[in-house]
């Protein structure tokens, strides 16, 4: 054997250090470092692969205690793994690991010493048997772990979740007394994360029941859990809030708040919060389309629920079964495959109607601009045809008689004057063709003896690629502004810088009148809503005596 070849790895050498010279206590000692460290990351996830390795963590640590025949350490892990699958949305998972700990509880002649134990797998069967809609096992089985709960923490946090399922029934009433109850023991708990746990479902009941201290509650359980970086805490707190303000139809601060829980289910890795925040948002939303999506998507999901029949009692004999039969097994591909074509068809429908959407909203949105386009343009020719044509006939008529004063006809002649421009101002627009030479012969009929206007970087655009609403849309703002500076602004000078922003056009006006008041606009109430209505932004800067500025994204 050539030993010149064999590599000697750092790592390798550690661990051989640490076997032969460092006592077992010592080695034990790491080891429970590794599951406080795991545990913390289960209970308390931080970051996004927090769950999946304290899963991965603690399904080789239970493996392990069975192969040693550590019981009790084995029904620690698979409590805590049942916990770390709930929170990441494989109920089915988190059940199993629940059941199989049943079962090892039961293969204990004593169970008094298990008590803690039973009571932490009860209380995690029950919060299973409500996110499964299973109200009514859900509260026997709480109820079945108050029994044998002796510690008020335990007790705390067992009664938390049987108000909660008051609180999904609606039972606001039953809820708050609960909830009530708790907080006064706020004193003995010690506690700041129960403590937040408790004041923001009492806080979510009493928006419920429009009382006065709900919001200071809810806000109260969001600063303890920001101090505390409870980041599963705070994504209940922010949609709680996010249903606060939705409920007071304050919108804004509904999608601020449950934008904010969208972003900490991102960060937790938790794809049943992601469900729940991304649901919530969808009851923001205004689209028939969206709420028709969330109603068959809740059917289905109910259907699927119901196919699945998964309950840890009726599912498994949990004091006679000991093995998996292999009609089980076959049973749970089936629902398996279910629960996947379930998933798939609700996806499906999903894209159909989002995809539905967004069609209806750009027709409408193109439909609504050209009728407005169609309807400036009839506008203008009707001014144009009858009331100006008519107004000169009249002027025509009262030249040639020389009893009328020639101030009634100065009078006719400014009428007739702004009847033309306002024709002018609303005219059809040739769109297709040389846009460029006509929005620069827009902008320099502007331009007098007193008025110089400049433009920069017109004829670079790339107006071939702007759609004919956009281009109106920017021909009618523009002409908008020029029209009010004329009018207005006593401006000597205006220049037109035009960018192109990615695939936006950005144009920049600029002129040095006196300023106008922001509030009053001035005749501009039209550019908001014209630009609005293609997506775009405007943005107006002026006072008194310095200028005015107007900023165009379309």
């Known amino acids: ?31 429970s470092d590794s599951s406080r ?35 009790l350490n084995a029904i ?32 204990i002649p004593s169970k008094d010493t298990l008590i803690n134990s039973r009571v932490g797998i009860y209380n995690q069967l029950g919060r299973i048997y409500r996110a499964s809609s ?12 108050l029994l044998i709960a002796n510690k008020l923490k335990d007790s705390v946090i067992i009664l938390n979740n049987k108000a909660n399922i008051y609180k999904d029934q609606l039972d606001y009433i039953n809820a708050l ?46 600063h303890l859990r920001e101090n505390n970086h409870d980041l599963t805490g705070l994504h209940s707190s922010n949609t709680h809030l996010s249903e606060y303000y939705l409920d007071r139809e304050d919108t ?10 969208l972003n900490l289910s991102t960060k937790i890795n938790s794809s049943s919060f992601k469900l729940n925040s991304i649901s919530h948002l969808m009851n923001l939303s205004n689209n028939p389309l969206i709420h028709e999506y969330k109603r068959l998507n809740d059917s289905i999901n109910n259907a699927k629920q119901v196919a699945e029949n998964k309950n ?23 629902e398996s495959r279910k629960r996947l074509a379930y998933q798939s068809l609700a996806f499906i429908i999903f894209l159909i109607l989002v995809g539905s959407y967004f069609i209806y909203r750009n027709r409408y949105r193109k439909a609504k601009i050209e009728e407005i386009y169609k309807t400036e343009t009839r506008i203008a020719k009707k001014v144009h045809d009858e009331v100006a044509n008519d107004m000169y006939k009249v002027m025509t008529t009262l030249e040639n008689n020389s009893g009328i004063d020639s101030k009634i006809i100065d009078e006719l002649e400014n009428i007739y004057t702004k009847t033309r421009d306002i024709s002018r101002e609303n005219s059809a627009i040739d769109l297709r063709n040389d846009f460029d030479l006509q929005l620069n012969d827009l902008l320099l009929g502007y331009k007098n003896n007193k008025v110089n206007v400049i433009t920069r970087n017109l004829s670079k655009m790339p107006w071939n690629n702007v759609t004919e609403h956009k281009k109106s849309a920017i021909y009618r703002v523009l002409q908008e ?51 609005a209505s293609l997506n775009g932004t405007i943005n107006f800067e002026s006072k008194q005596g310095d200028g005015f500025k107007a900023s165009i994204i379309i």
Do not use: W
């Not at 030993?3 to 080891?31: C, R, V």
């Not at 299973?134 to 772990?145: M, Q, S």
């Open 252 to 261: 804004v601060t509904a999608i601020f708040y449950a934008e904010k829980a």
């Open 312 to 334: 840890a009692f009726l599912k498994y004999n949990v004091a006679e079964e000991q093995k998996k039969t292999q009609a089980s097994i076959l049973l749970q591909e089936i």
């Open 134 to 145: 299973n109200h009514v096992e859900a509260i026997k089985t709480f109820e079945r772990a």
């Open 76 to 107: 620690y892990d698979l409590r805590l793994l049942s916990i770390a699958e709930f929170k990441i949305g494989n109920n089915f998972n988190s059940e199993n690991h629940i059941v199989e700990a049943l079962n090892l509880i039961q293969s």
């Open 1 to 31: 054997m050539d030993y010149s070849k064999i590599s000697f790895n750092p790592y390798s050498l550690i661990f051989i250090f640490l076997a032969f010279f460092l006592p077992l206590e010592s080695l034990a000692q790491i080891s």
């Open 37 to 71: 460290y795991y545990r913390k990351a289960i209970i308390s996830p931080v970051n996004p692969n927090d769950l999946p390795s304290g899963i991965n963590f603690f399904t080789k640590k239970k493996e392990k205690d069975l192969e040693l025949n550590d019981t």
């Open 481 to 531: 502004l020029m029209t009010n500076m004329r009018k207005h602004s006593q401006a000597t000078f205006v220049t037109l810088v035009f960018k192109k922003e990615g695939a936006k056009i950005q144009i920049i006006y600029r002129d040095n009148g006196v300023g106008c008041d922001l509030f009053k606009k001035n005749g501009l109430q039209h550019t908001d809503s014209r630009i």
């Open 177 to 222: 007394g609960i909830y009530t109850i708790l907080h006064e023991k706020r004193l003995q708990l010690n506690d700041e994360q129960q403590l937040a746990m408790v004041v923001d479902n009492l806080g979510y009941v009493q928006s419920k029941l429009n009382l006065p201290e709900a919001l200071p509650n809810l806000k109260k359980a969001l």
